[in-house]
């Protein structure tokens, strides 16, 4: 099977939603299943990410529009329910990659694992994204937005709120950051409703990747 056919194969199942290798090769026709034994498929699909990367950054760049105006937000990655996290064992490795407890003020409530920092386009393409501890800030992965785009407006909810964060982005990169004032605030100016509109299109790929891509379902032991 050449490098194209697995890579062909390997977009196939995520379209599919098929997050099993095992179920992917039994619904496999015999004349693909004969081609290519499973554990060659995995190792080889593999040492094809770098490749398979630069295929959806091309894609990417010819579906984006706007680039002026991205969306950035986060959402909660559990590996363990937070009443058994104790005797978890998952990545406890290095101290750097190890999940921890951290709180989902969206859900109000505690989860174990990670965070997942993503900034998307107004068309829901994924541009960037970061994994971090459960309970780093949502506001701490700005300092990565600085490094990658400039000349733009970022679009945030109330958990990214920092007037010196945003003096920073404006003076070193010229990126304006629009978040929504509370209303306890002195300067409280109520926010255009479209950059309201906008920014629900992250909320509808988090969801995206919740349902069809199950990103959430966890098979670590």
Do not use: W
Not at 150 to 157: E, G
């Amino acid at each position: 099977m050449s490098n194209m056919a697995v890579l062909a194969l390997s977009l196939t199942a995520e379209y599919m939603g098929i997050d099993s290798e095992c179920q992917l090769f039994r619904m496999l026709p015999d004349c693909l299943r004969t081609r290519i034994e499973r554990s060659v498929y995995n190792r080889r699909r593999r040492a094809l990410f770098p490749h398979l990367s630069a295929l959806r950054k091309r894609m990417d760049e010819s579906i984006s529009t706007a680039p002026d105006y991205l969306i950035v937000d986060s959402m909660p990655l559990e590996v363990y329910k937070v009443s058994r996290s104790s005797r978890s064992t998952v990545c406890r490795q290095e101290y750097y990659s190890a999940p921890d407890k951290g709180f989902c003020a969206s859900q109000q409530a505690y989860h174990y694992g990670y965070k997942l920092h993503v900034v998307c386009s107004l068309d829901g393409v994924i541009r960037s994204f970061d994994l971090s501890k459960a309970s780093v800030h949502d506001i701490y992965y700005l300092k990565n937005v600085k490094e990658l785009y400039r000349d733009c407006v970022l679009l945030d909810d109330r958990g990214y709120l920092s007037t010196d964060y945003r003096l920073d982005l404006f003076e070193s990169q010229r990126i304006v950051l629009e978040v929504p004032i509370r209303r306890n605030q002195n300067d409280y100016k109520l926010q255009h409703p479209l950059f309201r509109r906008c920014r629900k299109r992250i909320e509808t790929l988090f969801s995206q990747l919740c349902d069809p891509f199950m990103i959430q379902r966890n098979y670590a032991k």
